[in-house]
């Protein structure tokens, strides 16, 4: 799993995906617990 949320990290800091917890936006390198992931959109 701590692979999962390294690579997490990475797609949020390139703003590629959102991470929320509980509904609310969170930072995925400081949340503890499960987090979920959202794609952003993407403008073509």
Known sequence: MADVRAVGI???NEGVVS???KGEPV???TAKGA???RLNQVDE
Request: aromatic content about 8%.
């Open 10 to 12: 990475d797609l949020a």
């Open 19 to 21: 991470t929320t917890q």
């Open 27 to 29: 930072d995925p390198s």
């Open 35 to 37: 987090i979920r992931y």
